[in-house]
């Protein structure tokens, strides 16, 4: 988790890109973004207003 820049957010996707790009990425590095990603998403959920957490969970449902 982080408290900066939401783009560290984006880092799984670009990890992905250069993967394609036929850079070595170890698929561990790949895994800790995207755990990283989640909870980062799951912070900020927590902070929504409540009218709004109804409709997260009513999309995601």
């Known amino acids: 988790m982080h408290e900066g820049s ?3 957010w984006h880092l799984r996707a670009v990890l992905v890109w ?3 790009q ?3 990425i170890d698929p561990k590095l ?3 973004a995207a755990t990283a990603m989640q909870m980062n998403l799951a912070k900020s ?3 929504a207003v409540p ?3 109804r409709e997260l969970r ?3 449902a």
């Open 6 to 8: 939401s783009v560290l």
């Open 58 to 60: 009513a999309l995601l």
């Open 30 to 32: 790949i895994e800790v």
């Open 22 to 24: 036929d850079y070595e």
């Open 45 to 47: 959920a927590s902070l």
């Open 51 to 53: 009218a709004m957490k």
């Open 18 to 20: 250069l993967q394609q």
